[in-house]
């Protein structure tokens, strides 16, 4: 019969090969629970925000500085507007383009523009009614996998972050 001291040698190690076994892919499941909600979440509320900015944007088109009207907004106006619908997203890696039929304009990342006192739209062209205007949103996020990337540090950056759009075209109504 085998003493104690023999079988507890038999076992060392054990444990630490139970947790390479069991641990390791515990630890990734876990990480993947909460951030794949949260990369959803961030996903959709982007959506929201290109959608319900270009209902703003819309509502308020080049009609709104005609005729006495004073409807008219600012680029500093929709980066507020922006701001205020992202609830929960870091303001530096939000980007929003608005594309009307005179070109761009960018407001990347989107706190660039809080303090641009330029009429949006701006011509008769790019904001008279039935006109187009596309918002394109975009939001980067850190890839956390690479929290755990052995090597992650030579990586180029730019691959070390997930970038979520969402994008929306609406018709100028005034």
Known sequence: MKNTTQIRNRRSGQALVEFALVGIPALFISLTLFTVPLALWRYHTLAEVAQVTGRYVTAHGYDCTQNGNTCSITLANIASYVESQAVGMDKS???ITLTA?????????VSNCDSNSAVYPSGSADGAAGADIVVTASYSVANPIYMFWPGASTIAPSSQSLTFSGK????ITF
């Open 93 to 95: 890696n939000l980007n």
């Open 101 to 109: 039929a005179g070109g761009d304009t960018s407001c990347n990342p």
């Open 168 to 171: 929306s075209r609406q018709r």
